[in-house]
């Protein structure tokens, strides 16, 4: 019971470490989703000319539609770095998830100025970072419960132990 119990101990250390990590370098948090959105933007394969899912990239490609749909936004910072995307670029394009009336190929040709107002313009790094800060809250919530039940463990564990010990010390 004393491993057990201390085993839970070390992870609670090590998520309240993580915890005060984040904290330390939540600027930095910004700046890997940031970089890790913006690399993915290579990675959204559509084909140009038939709106198919190249094979390799479908899961960045659900991701980014999937993101788009449900933020309402266009790309990272806003809808001119699907640039960055040589199949959308070529055809002066952005997904079709970046469209406010979603339908197949409405996302062609609709990088141009004149267009604008059928697609959503803001980025999804802002929007996921007002949807983080509006929820620090309940994760911090939900964190708090999850600390308090290992710290009860632990001292369930202990204590446990520490009867199973009498016990045994008891019967010799």
């Known amino acids: 019971m004393y491993t057990y119990g201390t085993t839970i101990a070390i992870i609670l250390v090590c998520e309240i470490g993580a915890a005060v990590a984040l904290m330390i370098f939540k600027s930095d948090v910004v700046t890997v989703i940031e970089t890790g959105l913006l690399e993915g933007l290579d990675g959204y394969g559509l084909d140009s000319n038939s709106n198919i899912t190249v094979s390799g990239h479908a899961a960045t490609t659900q991701s980014w539609d999937e993101l788009q749909k449900s933020m309402k936004c266009c790309g990272v910072v806003d809808y001119n770095d ?8 070529a055809t ?29 313009t803001d980025g999804c790094l802002k929007k996921i970072i007002v949807t983080m800060k509006d929820n620090i809250i ?8 999850i600390v308090a039940i290992q710290v009860a463990i632990v001292c369930v564990a202990c204590c446990l132990g520490n ?10």
């Open 138 to 145: 309940w994760v911090a919530l939900a964190a708090g419960c």
């Open 82 to 89: 699907w640039h960055k995307n040589m199949n959308l670029n």
């Open 92 to 120: 002066n394009s952005v997904p079709d998830s970046c469209c406010k009336e979603w339908s197949k190929g409405c996302g062609v040709g609709k990088m141009i100025p004149d267009s604008l107002e059928e697609i959503y």
């Open 163 to 172: 009867t199973m010990k009498k016990a045994q010390y008891e019967k010799k």
